[in-house]
C-alpha cells in the first residue's frame, strides 16, 4: 500500500469503512523478514492497522502508481 491510497478498513473503527492510508511503519526483524503496519485516517480519527485490516481496492487507486 501507498499513502494516500484509497482503502476499506475492516477494523479499527466500530462498523468497516472507507480511510486513507497517512503513514507507513516499516520494522527491520532479526531473521531478514518486515513487519509493515500502517496508520489510516478514517472520519477524522487515526488508527493503526495492519495489512490484514484493509482492503485495496487498485481500479480506484491506479493513478498512484508510477506507469
Request: aromatic residues 12%; glycine residues 6%.
Amino acid at each position: 500500500m501507498q499513502i494516500g491510497e484509497l482503502v476499506w478498513v475492516r477494523n479499527g473503527p466500530d462498523t468497516p469503512t472507507w480511510g486513507i492510508v497517512v503513514n507507513e511503519h516499516i520494522v527491520y526483524l532479526t531473521d531478514n523478514s518486515v513487519m509493515v503496519s500502517y496508520e489510516v485516517l478514517v472520519n477524522s480519527i487515526v488508527y493503526p492497522v495492519d495489512s490484514g485490516d484493509v482492503l485495496r481496492f487498485n481500479y480506484y487507486n491506479r493513478h498512484l502508481r508510477a506507469e
